[in-house]
């Protein structure tokens, strides 16, 4: 065979064309998801700036449990009430107020098949 088949031509433009048809529709819903993302990042990043004020009051609270339990006499963290103390203590200290991790945008590969599709040679 000296040249691809006959009407082979015809088919290379047809798929060439549903390629590029369809990675135009690829682009434009990731796009779409991507602006989605965006906006669900802009509300995480809301919802974590109030979770540091979380955090921060957690935090002071945690600060004067500690300096309540400096201020007891020693020994006093041995006994029933210290004990119970340092539980509640733990309690705060240990309250998982991480912050949410944002989402990444969504990549997909490149869409160039059409392109190499139209870039074999036809002939020798």
Same mark, same amino acid.
């Given at each position: ?7 082979? %031509?015809?088919?290379?433009? %047809? ?11 690829? &682009? ?5 998801? /991507?602006? !989605?993302?965006?906006? =669900?990042?802009? !509300?995480? &990043?809301? *919802?974590? /700036?109030?979770?540091? /004020? ?13 300096? *309540?339990?400096? $201020? &007891?006499?020693? +020994? @006093?963290?041995? +006994?029933?009430? +210290?004990?119970? *103390?340092?539980? @509640?203590?733990? +309690? @705060? %200290?240990?309250?998982? =107020? ?6 990444? $945008?969504? %990549?997909?590969? $490149? ?14």
């Amino acid at each position: 065979m000296l040249t691809i088949p006959k009407g082979s %031509e015809a088919d290379i433009t %047809e798929l060439k064309s549903k390629l590029d048809s369809h990675a135009a529709e690829i &682009q434009d819903e990731l796009a779409a998801v /991507n602006t !989605k993302i965006g906006d =669900l990042n802009e !509300k995480i &990043q809301r *919802y974590n /700036n109030i979770l540091k /004020n979380a955090r921060d009051l957690r935090d002071g609270i945690v600060a004067s449990m500690h300096d *309540y339990i400096e $201020e &007891q006499p020693e +020994g @006093w963290t041995d +006994g029933d009430k +210290g004990t119970a *103390y340092n539980d @509640w203590l733990e +309690g @705060w %200290e240990d309250a998982d =107020l991480e912050f949410i991790r944002q989402a990444e $945008e969504i %990549e997909v590969d $490149e869409q160039d098949h059409s392109e190499t599709l139209g870039d074999l040679p036809l002939e020798p």
